[in-house]
C-alpha cells in the first residue's frame, strides 16, 4: 500500500492549558517525542499521524479500546516491533533524548538497555530468581559477584519484593506467585538502569491485591524513572499517571493532565469512553 | 419402599457389551506386550548364555573383545555313531508303529523303547558335549597336535568363534561420525528456520519436505549414499560413505525436532530478554537454546538409537562382513582411518542369520550379537524415553 | 562531521566491532544460514541423484529391448511359451497324481499298496511327460543359435567401446601433450613386454628396460609419447569388429519354423491320442473331475496352436519398438530376471506385489491390535497401567529391524512351520506350509514394528478429542463404549487414518526383515491359491536393493533398474505421507 493517508486527523488534538509556543518549548525538553507518525503491519494501517510529548519522570497512561494501537505505539518505543516481520513505520519520527531511534546509527541494543519494558503476561524466565535479575547485567558482561549481588538486592527492595523473597534468592522464578512474578519482572528491567519503563498492560493477569502492590510500586517508581503504562483499567490509569492519553481507532485523540482527561474531557468521544459508553 | 428406586444398578445388554469389548481391548493390548516380551526373553536368555558364564569375571571378555573366526570343532566320532544309529532305530520303530499299525501290546512295547532311546542320546548328548574340543582359528592354528582324526571328526564353522569388538567398535565409530555431522547440521538449520528466517511459503515448502524426507525408506537413503559416496565421489566402501549416508538419514528427524522444541519456547522469554538489551544471539543463546536443549537431546538420543539399529543404509556405503583389523590398526596415514570399510553390529547380525546356518554352534554367536546389540539400541531408546518423561514433568511453561 | 562525532558519542550509538562489514550478529545469521542452506542442497540432492542414476535405466532397457528384437530372442520366445503350456500340462497332470495318492492315503491304503494302485496308470503319466522330449531338444537348438547372435552383437558394441576409448586417448595425448600417471604406467608396462620379445638382443631389451624404469619415475620425452601414441594406435587396428549381419543370421532363426511346425504337428498327433483314451477314475469322483479339467486344458492348448503360428508369422526383426515400451515393460513386467544367460528382464511387478502382500499382511494384524490398543490405553486403562503401556509400547518401536528379522529366522519361521504342522489344525486347507521364510512371517513380524508406529499416532489422535465432548456424552447418559464408538472414534477417525497410513509407510519401507524373512522367490504371488497365498515366498522391492545393490556392475542396466526401484519407493512413501497429511488436514475436527 502506498501512501494513500487520510486528511492528517492529529490536527484535531487539543492538548490543554497549553499554547502552541509552550508546546514546542515542551516538546524540546521532553524525553520522548514523537512527531506526525503513521505506522502500519502490512497493509494495514495502525496508527494515524501521532504527535506526542512526554516528560522526564513522568507517568504517562495510555488508555483506549482493544486494539486502538495503544500497544502498538509503546512497542515503538524499544523498536519491538521490529520482531514482527510486516510491521514498519511509514512516516514520522519517534525522538528519544533527542535521538531518531529508527535511523540507521541506532543500536537497537543500547537503545532497548535504556528503554525497559514490562509485559502484559509476566514472562520471567525459567531460572532462579537471582539469575533473573542478573540476567541483564550478566548479558553485559558484568561478572563481578558483588555487584551483581548489590544489584539483585537494590533492585527487589526497589520493586518492594526483597522482604518477600530474600531467603529464596536461588529458587527458581516459576515458583513465585502471580503478582510476585510480575514484581520480578519491573525488577529484572531496573536492573540494566534505563531512563524509561514502559509497561504493557502490567496488571491485567493480576488480582486485586497483587495489582494494588504492582501500582504501589510505579508510585515509588516515578520518582526515578520515565513510565509509559498501557492500560485498559480507567481507575488504574487515574491512580497512577501524571499524564492521560486516549487512543481510538489507531488515532491519539486527547492528552492531557490525568484528572482534566477524567474530571473533564474535552473529545466526545473521550466522554463516551470514560463514562463507559463503550470500550 | 425402595422397591422403585430408579437409579439401581440393574442388568442390560449394552453392560455385557461393553465389557466384552473392553476385554477385547485389553487383550489386543496385553497380546502386544506379551508377543515384544517373548522376543525380548528369548534373545536376551539364549543370549546371555553367550555373553555371561558362572565363573569369574562372569563375562565372556572373549566374546567382547576379540575379533570374529572360524569356529573347529572335535567331536568324538564314537559317540556320534552311537548317536545316529539310536536315531535310526526310532525311526525305524515310528515308521512300523505308522505302517504296520500294530497290535496294542507290540505298539507299548515299541513306544517304551523309543523313550529309552531317547534318554540314551541324552546320555550320549551330554557326554559329546563334555568330550567335545573347540577351538577358535588363533587357537586351532597354534596348536602342536591337532586332535586325532581317526577318533574325531573335525568340522568348522564360518563366523562362529572369536568376539564381535570390531563390529562393537565399528557401530561406535559409525554413531559418533554421524551424529557429528547430522548434530551440526541439523541443529543449525532448525536455529535458523525457526529464530532467523522469515516465515513464508518458502519456508513452509522446505518444512514440508523436510517432514516427507523424514518418511522415506532408509534403504532409499543407503541407495542415495552408495550411489553419491561410494561411486561418484569415489570414497569406496568407507567409515566416511556410512556416516554422510547415515548423517543424512536423520537429518530431517534432527531438524524436525529440533525446530519443534526451539518453537515450544514462549516468545515472552525472547522478547523479555531483547527487552533487556540482550543482542539476537545472546537472547538465543542465553535464552532459547538452554531451554530448548533438552528437547534437542531426547531427540537426537532418539536419532542415535535409529542410526545404530539400521542396517539397510551401511549395507553397501560402510559395513565389511568380516574385517580382523580394528578400525585404529595398521593405519599408515590419517585419511585410511576414513576411507576404510568397517564391521558394524547389525550388519554383522544380518551376516551371521542369512549366511550361516542355525546349529548350536553358530547359535551362541548369533543370539550373542544380537544380546549386544538390541541391548545397546534399546538402552539408547530407553534413555530417550526416560529423559522425555522427565522433562515433561520438569519444563512446563 | 559534527553529526558524526555527535552519533559516535550518543547513549544509542553502535558499539560493536566489524568483521568484512558485518557485525558478529550478521556473522552468526550467515552462518545458520548457511547450514540451513546446506541442509536442504543435501535432501534436494538426495531427490536428484535418484533420479540422475536411475533415467538411464530407461535407455538401456529400450536397447535391451532392440537388440532382443533384433537378435530374434524374441522369435525364439514365442516359440517357448508354446512349450510352456505344455509344461504347465504336464504340471497339472502331476498334482492328479499326487491328488491321487494322498486320496488312496486317506482311505487307509498302505504305502506299497499306493504305490501298486498307482503303477497302473503310471504309463501314462510317463508317456505324456515325454512327449515334448523332441520339442524340448529343438528348442535348446534354436535357442542357443539366437544368443548366438546377440553375444557377437554384444562383442561389437564393446569393442566399439574400447575402440572409440583409445581414440580419445590419441586425441587427449595429441593435445595435451601430456603423460598422466595411468598412461605412464601402461607405456612402461607395454614396453617391458617389447623388451621380452627381444631375447636374441640383450642390450636392446635392456635398454628398453630401463627407459620403462625411467618412465615410471615421470622421466620421459617427446619419443615416449610419441612411442605411446604408435602403441595405442596398433592396439586400435588390432581391433577387429566384424558387423553383425543380423538379417542372413536371423533368416537363418526363422528358416527352423518348418521344422517347428512338424514337431508341433507331431505333438497334436500325439495329444489327440491321449484325449482319445483319458485316465478314468470311476471310483473317485473328485479325480474324475480332475482329470475332465485336464483334458479340457489339453483342448485349449492345442487351440493356441493357431495363435502361435500366427504370432511367428507376422514377427518380423525389423518392426520398430516404441519408446515407452522400456517403461511399461519395467511398470507391467511380470518377470524380474537377472544374470541369466537368456534375456534379463526387469519388471516391476513380482516385487511390488510381493511389497503390497507382506503390508498388507502386517497391517492385517497391526490395524486391529494397534488401534485396540490405543483405544484401550487412552481410553480404559487406569492411569497406571497407562504410565507402563505406553513407554513400553514406545520402547518396541525402537528394537532394530534387523534383530527382528533374526527372531523370525532363528524362532518365529520355525514355530510357524510347526505350528501349521500339528494334527489338530490339519482341516486348514492350506497347512501345513512347506515354507519356513515367507510372507506371512515377514508380514506378522513386520505387525509388531508397525503396531507402536499406529499405536502412538492413534493414541495421540484420540487424546486431540476435546474432553468436552466425551463429557458432552457422558451427561447425556451414554456409556463408556458408546461414548468411544460413537464421540470419540469419529472425532479421531481422520488422525486414525492417517496413522495406519503412516504404519503402512514404515512397513513398506522396511528392509531388514523382508530380507531375512519374506523367502526372497521373485515371482507374482499366485492368488488363485486364495488365502494360502499368504504362505508363498515372496520378494519385495526394499528387499531386491539390500540383495543385489552389492553384487552389480556400477552403471550396468542392472544398477540402474535398482535405482529405479528406489525412485517407486521414494514416490510410495512421499505419497503415503502426503496422503496421512492431507487427510488430517482436510478432516480436522475443530476445537471449538
Redesign the interface.
Known amino acids: 500500500m502506498t501512501k494513500t493517508k487520510e486528511e492528517p486527523t492529529g490536527a484535531k488534538v487539543e492538548t490543554n492549558n497549553m499554547s502552541n509556543s509552550k508546546q514546542e518549548a515542551a516538546a524540546s525538553s521532553s524525553l520522548i517525542q514523537i512527531k506526525d507518525l503513521d505506522f502500519f503491519y502490512g497493509s494495514k494501517q495502525a496508527l494515524f499521524n501521532i504527535n506526542l510529548n512526554m516528560l522526564e519522570k513522568e507517568v504517562t497512561a495510555f488508555i483506549g479500546p482493544s486494539g486502538c494501537g495503544k500497544s502498538t505505539l509503546l512497542r515503538c518505543f ?1 523498536r ?1 516491533n521490529d ?1 514482527v ?1 510486516i510491521a514498519r513505520i511509514e512516516n514520522g519520527t519517534i525522538h528519544i ?1 533527542g ?1 531518531d ?1 529508527n535511523s540507521e ?3 537497537i ?6 528503554v ?2 514490562v ?1 502484559q ?1 509476566s ?4 531460572k532462579s530468581i537471582y539469575e533473573n535479575i542478573a ?2 547485567l ?3 558482561g558484568v561478572k563481578d559477584k558483588q555487584i551483581l549481588d548489590e544489584v539483585v538486592e537494590k533492585c527487589l527492595r526497589g520493586a518492594a519484593l526483597w522482604e518477600e523473597v530474600k531467603d529464596r534468592l536461588n529458587e527458581n522464578a ?1 515458583g513465585m506467585s502471580g503478582g510476585q512474578q510480575q514484581r520480578l ?1 519491573i525488577a ?2 531496573m ?2 538502569s534505563p531512563n524509561i519503563i514502559l509497561m504493557d498492560e502490567p496488571c491485567s493477569a493480576l488480582d486485586p491485591i497483587a495489582t494494588a502492590k504492582v501500582e504501589e510500586l510505579i508510585h515509588e517508581l516515578k520518582t526515578k524513572y520515565t513510565i509509559v503504562i498501557v492500560t485498559h483499567n480507567m481507575q488504574q490509569a487515574a491512580r497512577v499517571s501524571d499524564k492521560t492519553a486516549f487512543f481510538y481507532m489507531g488515532k491519539l485523540i486527547e492528552l492531557g493532565k490525568t484528572d482534566d482527561i477524567f474530571m473533564n474531557p474535552k473529545q466526545s468521544q473521550t466522554e463516551a469512553y470514560i463514562s463507559g459508553k463503550f470500550g | 419402599m425402595s422397591t422403585q428406586n430408579p437409579y439401581k444398578k440393574k442388568f442390560s445388554k449394552n453392560k455385557v457389551l461393553e465389557s466384552t469389548w473392553t476385554w477385547i481391548f485389553r487383550f489386543a493390548t496385553y497380546f502386544i506386550i506379551l508377543c515384544a516380551t517373548y522376543l525380548f526373553g528369548d534373545i536376551l536368555v539364549k543370549g546371555s548364555k553367550t555373553i555371561f558364564k558362572p565363573d569369574f569375571p562372569f563375562i565372556n571378555t572373549t566374546f567382547l573383545t576379540k575379533s570374529p573366526q572360524t569356529l573347529h570343532v572335535f567331536e568324538k566320532k564314537e559317540i556320534m555313531y552311537q548317536i545316529d544309529d539310536l536315531k535310526y532305530e526310532i525311526e525305524d520303530a515310528e515308521i512300523i508303529i505308522e505302517d504296520d499299525k500294530p497290535s496294542p501290546e507290540i505298539l507299548n512295547g515299541l513306544n517304551s523303547k523309543i523313550l529309552a532311546w531317547q534318554k540314551e542320546i541324552k546320555v550320549l548328548d551330554k557326554k559329546r558335549k563334555e568330550t567335545r574340543f573347540l577351538y577358535d582359528n588363533d587357537d586351532f592354528r597354534e596348536l602342536e597336535e591337532p586332535p586325532n582324526k581317526k577318533l574325531y571328526k573335525h568340522s568348522t564353522y564360518a563366523y562362529s568363534g572369536g568376539g564381535i569388538f570390531p563390529a562393537i567398535a565399528g557401530t561406535l565409530l559409525l554413531v559418533i561420525g554421524s551424529m557429528t555431522i547430522a548434530l551440526t547440521l541439523g541443529v543449525s538449520s532448525a536455529i535458523f528456520m525457526s529464530e532467523y528466517s ?2 513464508g511459503t518458502t519456508l513452509n515448502l522446505i518444512r514440508l519436505s523436510i517432514i516427507n524426507l523424514a518418511g522415506v525408506p532408509s534403504i532409499v537413503f543407503g541407495l542415495f549414499g552408495f550411489g553419491l559416496f561410494v561411486i561418484f565421489l569415489d570414497w569406496n566402501v568407507s567409515l566416511l560413505a556410512g556416516c554422510f549416508t547415515l548423517a543424512f538419514m536423520v537429518l530431517p528427524i534432527i531438524i524436525a525436532a529440533s525446530e519443534e522444541s526451539l518453537k515450544s519456547i ?1 516468545t ?12 539476537k544471539w ?1 537472547m538465543i543463546r ?2 532459547v537454546i538452554p ?1 530448548a536443549l533438552p528437547g534437542i537431546l531426547t531427540s537426537s538420543v532418539l536419532g542415535i538409537a535409529r542410526v545404530a539399529g539400521e542396517t539397510a543404509p551401511i549395507m553397501f556405503t560402510a559395513a565389511y562382513a568380516l574385517r580382523d583389523q580394528l578400525p585404529w590398526e595398521d593405519l599408515e596415514n590419517i585419511q585410511d582411518f576414513f576411507f576404510q570399510g568397517v564391521m558394524a553390529l547389525p550388519y554383522h547380525i544380518y551376516v551371521v542369520s542369512s549366511k550361516i546356518p542355525q546349529n548350536e554352534y553358530t547359535q551362541s554367536m548369533q543370539y550373542g550379537t544380537a544380546l549386544v546389540f538390541m541391548g545397546i539400541v534399546l538402552g539408547i531408546a530407553l534413555t530417550s524415553i526416560v529423559l522425555r518423561i522427565k522433562m515433561r514433568k520438569k ?1 512446563k ?1 | 562531521m559534527s553529526t558524526i562525532k555527535k ?1 559516535k558519542n ?7 566491532r566489524k568483521l568484512l562489514g558485518l557485525d558478529g550478529g550478521q556473522l552468526i545469521k550467515s552462518y545458520f544460514g548457511n547450514s540451513a542452506l546446506v541442509s536442504i542442497l543435501i535432501l534436494s540432492l538426495i531427490t536428484i541423484f535418484l533420479f540422475k542414476e536411475g533415467i538411464g535405466f530407461f535407455g538401456q532397457n529400450y536397447q535391451s529391448l532392440k537388440l532382443y528384437r533384433a537378435s530374434a530372442l524374441e522369435y525364439v520366445d514365442i516359440i517357448r511359451s508354446q512349450n510352456e503350456g505344455f509344461l504347465a500340462l504336464n504340471r497339472y497332470l502331476n498334482s492328479i497324481r499326487t491328488q491321487q495318492s494322498k486320496i488312496l492315503d486317506e482311505e487307509g491304503y498302505t504305502f506299497s499298496e499306493i504305490q501298486k494302485e498307482i503303477k497302473k496308470d503310471q504309463a501314462f503319466y510317463q508317456n505324456f511327460s515325454r512327449l515334448n522330449k523332441e520339442m524340448s531338444q529343438f528348442i535348446a537348438s534354436i535357442a542357443e543359435q539366437a544368443v548366438g547372435i546377440r553375444e557377437q552383437a554384444v562383442i561389437n558394441i564393446n569393442l566399439k567401446e574400447k575402440s572409440d576409448f583409445i581414440d580419445d586417448k590419441i586425441k587427449r595425448l595429441r593435445k595435451k601433450k601430456k603423460l598422466n600417471d595411468s598412461d605412464r604406467f601402461e607405456l612402461s608396462q607395454k614396453l617391458v613386454q617389447l623388451s621380452n620379445t627381444y631375447r636374441s638382443h640383450p642390450e636392446k631389451a635392456e635398454s628398453l628396460r630401463l627407459r620403462s624404469e625411467a618412465i615410471q619415475k615421470n622421466i620421459w620425452n617427446q619419443e615416449d609419447l610419441n612411442q605411446f601414441i604408435d602403441f595405442l594406435q596398433t592396439d586400435k587396428s588390432k581391433i577387429a569388429i566384424t558387423p553383425v549381419d543380423f538379417e542372413t543370421e536371423v533368416a537363418k532363426v526363422i528358416a527352423r519354423s518348418g521344422e517347428f511346425y512338424h514337431l508341433s504337428s507331431t505333438m497334436e498327433e500325439n495329444l489327440q491320442k491321449v484325449l482319445k483314451n483319458p485316465l478314468v477314475f470311476s471310483k473317485y469322483p473328485e479325480l474324475q473331475k480332475s482329470s475332465d479339467r485336464f483334458l479340457e486344458l489339453i483342448y485349449l492348448f492345442l487351440s493356441s496352436f493357431a495363435q502361435t503360428k500366427e504370432s511367428l508369422d507376422q514377427w518380423s526383426p525389423n518392426k520398430p519398438i516404441a519408446p515407452h515400451t522400456a517403461f511399461t515393460a519395467f511398470i507391467t513386467g511380470k518377470d524380474w530376471t537377472t544374470a541369466s544367460d537368456w534375456q534379463d528382464v526387469y519388471g516391476l511387478l513380482p516385487l511390488l506385489t510381493g511389497s503390497l502382500l507382506v503390508s498388507g499382511i502386517a497391517l492385517l494384524f497391526a490395524i486391529p491390535f494397534g488401534v485396540g490398543a490405543a483405544i484401550y490405553v487412552n481410553q480404559l486403562a487406569s492411569l497406571k497401567e497407562q504410565n507402563l503401556i505406553k513407554p513400553y509400547i514406545e520402547f518396541i518401536s525402537a528394537i532394530p529391524s534387523v534383530v527382528i528379522g533374526f527372531f523370525g529366522i532363528a524362532v518365529f519361521g520355525k514355530f510357524l512351520r510347526d505350528f501349521s504342522g500339528i494334527d489338530f489344525l490339519s482341516w486348514v486347507p492350506f497347512f501345513p506350509i512347506s515354507e519356513r521364510l515367507n510372507a506371512f512371517t515377514a508380514g506378522g513380524l513386520l505387525a509388531l514394528m508397525a503396531i507402536p508406529t499406529i499405536f502412538t499416532l492413534c493414541e495421540d489422535a484420540l487424546n486431540n478429542v476435546p474432553k468436552s465432548f466425551k463429557e458432552a456424552s457422558f451427561a447425556l447418559g451414554g456409556n463408556r463404549l458408546q461414548t468411544i464408538f460413537k464421540v470419540i472414534f469419529p472425532c479421531a477417525l481422520s488422525g486414525i487414518v492417517s496413522a495406519i497410513l503412516l504404519g503402512f509407510g514404515r512397513v513398506i519401507g522396511e528392509t531388514m526383515v523382508v530380507l531375512l524373512c519374506a523367502g526372497n522367490r521373485i515371482k507374482i504371488p499366485d492368488f488363485t491359491n486364495g488365502v494360502g497365498t499368504i504362505f508363498d515366498p515372496v520378494h519385495t522391492m526394499t528387499g531386491i536393493v539390500a540383495q543385489e545393490m552389492g553384487e552389480v556392475v556400477n552403471g550396468s542396466i542392472h544398477y540402474r533398474a535398482l535405482f529405479i526401484v528406489g525412485i517407486c519407493l521414494f514416490f510410495i512413501s512421499l505419497l503415503v505421507n502426503y496422503l496421512s497429511q492431507w487427510i488430517v488436514r482436510k478432516y480436522k475436527v475443530s476445537n471449538g
Open positions: 524499544n519491538m520482531l516481520d533524548h535521538h531511534i546509527e541506532i543500536d541494543i543500547e537503545l532497548r538497555k535504556k525497559g519494558m509485559f503476561k514472562n520471567p524466565f525459567p540476567y541483564g550478566k548479558i553485559q516459576l519482572c529484572r528491567t536492573a540494566v | 522469515k516465515p514462549p515472552g522469554f525472547r522478547e523479555a530478554s531483547l527487552a533487556l538489551g540482550a543482542s545472546t542465553t535464552n531451554y519444563y511453561w | 552519533y550518543h547513549i544509542f550509538a553502535n558499539k560493536r
